[in-house]
């Protein structure tokens, strides 16, 4: 497996942002929309889009933190089902999540990161929890409350999520941190400083809509329905959300120094 290297001219290590999404369009927004909400500038990250070869081998060492974001693969499909790109997707996490659980390394995965690090930990991943695409609110747990991406916020927020599979409950040794009665495992934390959201805390109107266009064939809603689902996102606002990848990166910048 080839191995995946760095240039020296960063001023602190970079934020290695892993992506799983085939379609550049969708790709391409999820990328830009990571670096905005979160603060970052170009020279901070290091992009990865692992669904054209899977991983490389990956030096922690050599980066600060990772952010995963979403996919149209699903954990929970059939094995016969998967493409050989996803078995490799798969394989490849796994071995990653060896190294970053053990050295309780800044993770952020987001929809499907958090469907990969669900499964890594032993849990079932089924559509039992799926949710429709569009806005939901999502209810601080009180340890929510306390952990230092959350704490000052409202007891409950608005955030945008779209997925047709989830976590069946919440991995052995990690903290529940946000919930809903529709998808009870909306964010936790394993450790101090692995964390998974099911919703897109880099998701904001116009890049939903955008992958509205790109997946309304794709079985998340019915495509005669994509024109509601689009006047229905123009009007959501989700600013603790965004907020959430914004302090997960100025808490991990500071480390990576």
């Not at 999404?21 to 905005?36: G, H, L, V, W």
């Not at 054209?52 to 990956?58: A, E, F, Q, V």
């Amino acid at each position: 497996m080839h191995r995946l290297f760095w240039s020296s001219y960063h001023i602190s290590k970079p934020f290695l942002i892993i992506q799983l999404r085939p379609e550049d369009e969708t790709a391409d927004n999820e990328f830009e929309s990571i670096k905005f909400y979160g603060g970052l500038r170009d020279d901070e990250v290091t992009r990865l889009r692992a669904e054209k070869n899977g991983l490389p081998d990956i030096d922690l060492d050599e980066i600060g933190a990772i952010i995963v974001g979403g996919s149209p693969f699903n954990v929970s499909t059939p094995k016969p089902e998967k493409s050989e790109i996803q078995h490799t997707i798969e394989v490849d996490f796994n071995k990653l999540f060896d190294d970053i659980v053990e050295r309780d390394f800044p993770f952020l995965g987001c929809c499907s990161g958090s469907g990969l690090l669900g499964s890594y930990c032993g849990i079932n991943i089924s559509t039992k929890y799926g949710e429709p695409v569009g806005g939901v609110d999502v209810a601080l747990t009180d340890a929510g409350k306390q952990d230092p991406l959350l704490t000052g916020f409202p007891d409950s927020f608005r955030v945008l999520c779209g997925h047709k599979e989830a976590c069946d409950s919440v991995p052995p040794g990690s903290v529940l941190l946000a919930t809903n009665s529709t998808s009870p495992v909306q964010m936790f934390r394993l450790k101090r400083n692995i964390y998974a959201t099911q919703f897109h805390p880099e998701g904001d109107a116009k890049g939903f809509i955008v992958r509205i266009h790109i997946y309304k064939d794709y079985g998340y809603f019915p495509p005669e329905s994509a024109q509601d689902l689009i006047e229905d996102l123009e009007n959501e606002q989700t600013p603790e959300a965004q907020l959430i990848l914004k302090r997960f990166v100025d808490i991990y910048r500071d480390n990576s120094s």
